[in-house]
Structures are given as C-alpha cells and as structure tokens.
C-alpha cells in the first residue's frame, strides 16, 4: 500500500513540475483564428546556449503581414522534458499572418 501511495505523489509532483508557458508577441494589432504557420522546436540539455530562428517576414510574404508570433510549452512538451530529465525539451512556435 506505502508504494502505492509513494507512486502516486510522485504521479502528483510530476504533473506539477510540467507546467505550460506561452510567450505572445502581437505585431500589427489584429488577430487571427488560426496560425498560419505551426512548427515545433527541439532543444536539448534544457535548451542551455540554444536559439531557433523563425523567420515571420518570409512565411507571412513581407514584415506588414505579420499579427502575431506565439511561442509555448504546452503540458505534453513539460511532461516530455520531465520523462527525460530535461535532456529533450521540445517548444511550439506559431506564426499568424494576415489573411
């Protein structure tokens, strides 16, 4: 019964270390439903001394198309950073451009 109760706060504090982040940049003021591009980004050891580059201007044909630029850990990319002790953390990225 004690590993069954230590397994499920283990369960427990796992859910609460992965959590979601979102970081939103809104370039021209309007919004979109949907992204128009969506893309996912790998990173290891916790992404330490890493960058990925998106280039908004070319997906949306030009820098005026652009209204938005979203970056987010959802909870499945925290439960894999979590799974491998932060050797993998993978990141979401969207990019909303006019219509």
Not at 25 to 47: D, K, L
Request: net charge negative; glycine share 8%.
């Amino acid at each position: 019964m004690k590993r069954i109760s230590n397994a499920l706060h283990l369960a427990v504090l796992g859910l609460f270390l992965t959590g979601c982040a979102s970081q939103t940049f809104t370039i021209n003021g309007s919004t979109t439903a949907e992204p128009s591009e969506q893309s996912s980004q790998h990173f290891f050891i916790h992404g330490l001394g890493q960058e990925k580059v998106v280039d908004a201007a070319s997906l949306c044909n030009g820098a005026e198309n652009i209204v938005k630029v979203e970056a987010q850990q959802t909870f499945v990319n925290g439960l894999l950073a979590t799974i491998t002790w932060g050797i993998y953390t993978p990141r979401d990225v969207m990019v909303y451009c006019r219509a």
